[in-house]
């Protein structure tokens, strides 16, 4: 069965740093998206990504935030200048189109500001 | 008032025990829903869609309440491997396809 893949599984990064979470998602899918969890909370939009572009985007995804598939088949989340609260599970996460609208994860990346 | 609310838990049952979940939303122009499960520090894995007239798959029924803004799902003969925390989503069908996710309900099936 397809699946989501997500590297790193976990990633470690002084405050300040810059990381690239990587993404690749179920190859016939055409919708792509990023969530965080934080650690206890709840699951949270970042960012739909469709035909190129951002489809929708939440508070949360600030201009500390881009996106990008740089080819075919990755998709990658981009933090600037990490911070202490970046700490988080992303998921990345894929969908055939909107109508079927069902959302694939993948296994999610640790990210760990220190 | 949160977006998708449901009950903390956790829900303590026996082997075989039926067992309901309930969730309200605030978005009445919510479009889809959907039940996923989550294993401690793992992905959201797709459940069910939740669909108008009530959907059921093997043990596991959903049942959509529109004009009430609730969404419930029950469980029956539970397992063991039951044992996750049932997340309740919501899309409103923005452009987007954003899901709004719930706090979860955990539940606990113990021999």
């Known amino acids: 069965e397809p699946e989501v893949t997500q590297t790193p599984s976990h990633q470690v990064t002084q405050m300040g740093q810059e990381v690239i979470l990587r993404c690749v998602p179920i190859s016939n899918h055409l919708y792509f998206y990023w969530y965080r969890q934080i650690l206890g909370q709840k699951v949270e939009f970042l960012v739909s990504f469709y035909n190129n572009e951002i489809s929708e985007k939440s508070e949360i995804f600030d201009d500390q935030f881009s996106v990008e598939r740089p080819d075919g088949s990755n998709f990658t989340l981009k933090i600037r200048s990490t911070k202490l609260e970046d700490s988080a599970m992303y998921f990345c996460?894929?969908?055939?189109?909107?109508?079927?609208?069902?959302?694939?994860f993948g296994p999610g990346t640790r990210l760990t500001v220190t | 008032r949160k977006e998708v609310e449901q009950d903390p838990g956790p829900f303590n049952v026996p082997e075989g025990a039926t067992v309901a979940f309930n969730c309200t939303y605030s978005n009445s122009a919510s479009q889809s829903f959907f039940w996923y499960r989550q294993d401690c520090r793992k992905e959201p894995k797709l459940l069910m869609s939740v669909y108008s007239s009530g959907n059921e798959d093997g043990r596991f029924t959903a049942q959509l309440n529109r004009a009430s803004q609730y969404i419930s799902l029950l469980i029956r003969d539970s397992k063991l491997s039951d044992s996750a925390t049932y997340l309740c989503?919501?899309?409103?069908?923005?452009?987007?396809?954003?899901?709004?996710f719930g706090g979860g309900t955990r539940l606990m099936v113990k021999p």
């Open positions: 989503v919501v899309n409103v069908g923005n452009a987007g396809n954003m899901l709004t």
């Open positions: 996460a894929s969908s055939l189109g909107t109508d079927p609208y069902e959302q694939y």
